[in-house]
């Protein structure tokens, strides 16, 4: 009973870390497809760690696992891995525009999806399921799936740091973290999976996926609240910024500072450096005189533009 309730409250836990970080995303103001893409993954992740919960409470009532719900909180599982390579094809390209690339990412979970839901009939998913739904005798699509998963979130991860090396020669301490959140999961699935494959005796607890997830989670909302990750430029946008030649930032609707190319911190660095976080603060410093001016200026040629756009509206 102890062991239940331990398992129940580490799944509730990351429920509430999934639901947490998926509210801190939905109210960004100004989303794009990174974000969409961001919240459908912890979205998934929610749900299956609310429908795996839900298993081990009528578990622990009755005895009994409800198939359904297994295979609801299955399919979930599935899409992880398309998602998951839409993320980080994402973070390097800012990007997807054609729908045949979302397709041709979601044939495998679809088709692991198919195999399941109809696996009545030709039982090559899973060949036995116990009465009470605790032990499962897999068939031999199964293996099949387990291989395009893995080879789908190693891809993902190999994409990401590739590119991040070729087009910054670094991993910045927001790739690092979310890479980090990624990899856990990642290698416990390897593990669950050697052992599948090669019948070691290797022994996890139910839970290890939850708390991976749960890491996961936790890094991204590291990532997202101290380094403005999902704000910043796209990676391959971010390389051609570094070789303009003019002084080049970019900050957000709350004055956040979420990308400087190369020369404006070789010529305002040290400036920054002294408030990282408020743009607006930095341009009380001199050095910002002539740009306050240029600024001012556009606002007011802006409202000027806007109370003659008025007035020819009331003459009217």
Not at 50 to 78: E, H, K, M, P, Q
Not at 155 to 160: G, I, S
Not at 231 to 239: C, G, M, N, Y
Request: aromatic content about 12%.
């Amino acid at each position: 009973m102890l062991e239940s309730i331990i398992k129940i409250l580490i799944y509730l836990f990351s429920a509430g870390v999934h639901l947490v970080l998926l509210i801190r995303i939905k109210n960004i103001k100004y989303s794009r497809q990174l974000h969409r893409i961001c919240a459908l993954n912890i979205l998934i992740l929610f749900m299956w760690t609310i429908l795996a919960v839900s298993n081990i409470i009528i578990d622990t009532i009755t005895g009994y696992r409800i198939c359904s719900i297994y295979f609801a909180g299955s399919i979930c599982v599935f899409f992880l891995p398309a998602t998951l390579i839409m993320f980080c094809i994402l973070l390097v390209k800012n990007k997807i525009s054609s729908i045949v690339t979302y397709i041709l990412i979601c044939i495998p979970p679809v088709t692991s999806t198919i195999m399941l839901v109809t696996n009545s009939f030709h039982k090559l998913f899973i060949k036995e399921i116990s009465e009470d739904v605790k032990t499962l005798v897999f068939g031999s699509y199964y293996y099949v799936h387990c291989t395009w998963q893995l080879i789908y979130s190693t891809f993902a991860v190999l994409y990401l740091i590739y590119f991040s090396l070729k087009y910054t020669n670094c991993l910045t301490r927001q790739i690092l973290l979310v890479v980090s959140g990624i990899i856990m999961p990642i290698a416990v699935d390897y593990v669950v999976y050697l052992n599948y494959f090669s019948n070691l005796p290797i022994s996890l607890p139910d839970s290890i996926h939850t708390l991976s997830y749960c890491f996961t989670t936790v890094c991204l909302s590291i990532a997202i609240k101290k380094y403005k990750f999902l704000d910043t430029l796209p990676i391959a946008i971010r390389s051609i910024v570094d070789y303009i030649s003019d002084s080049f930032v970019v900050i957000d609707y709350k004055n956040n500072i979420l990308e400087m190319n190369n020369n404006f911190k070789n010529e305002f660095g040290s400036i920054i450096k002294q408030n990282e976080s408020d743009f607006y603060k930095v341009m009380q410093d001199e050095n910002f005189n002539n740009l306050k001016n240029q600024i001012s200026k556009i606002t007011a040629n802006k409202e000027d533009h806007i109370r003659i756009q008025e007035l020819s509206r009331n003459s009217q």
